[in-house]
């Protein structure tokens, strides 16, 4: 039983890291847009092309749109929605297969 807690604890600690870090690189993409950021510099293109594999499978949910002459990228808002509701049902499914395999051991 210590083994599948330990077990638990580790996956809880990735999920937990991996979450923190996807809504990070979001909300610097957020900020890079919002602010008008040069796309042809290098750091900003290339962090654009690591980001756009981030926030891919949310495409075209919703349109931008301008706020003040500001543009609210409304596809990096809805992957940072999108990934914590991911992570969250992940994380409650996750918790419930540990918690049945901890009543069997128990059982047994």
Do not use: C, H
Request: charged share 15%; glycine share 0%.
């Amino acid at each position: 039983m210590i083994i599948i807690i330990k077990i638990q604890s580790i996956i809880d600690y990735i999920f937990k890291r991996l979450l923190i870090l996807f809504e990070i690189l979001l909300l610097i993409r957020l900020a890079l847009k919002f602010l008008n950021a040069n796309p042809l510099t290098f750091a900003v293109s290339r962090f654009y092309q690591f980001t756009d594999e981030i926030v891919a499978p949310f495409q075209s949910i919703f349109p931008d749109f301008v706020w003040r002459e500001r543009v609210i990228d409304m596809v990096t808002i809805s992957s940072m929605f999108g990934y914590a509701l991911i992570f969250f049902f992940f994380y409650i499914l996750l918790s419930f297969i540990f918690a049945i395999l901890t009543k069997f051991i128990i059982r047994d």
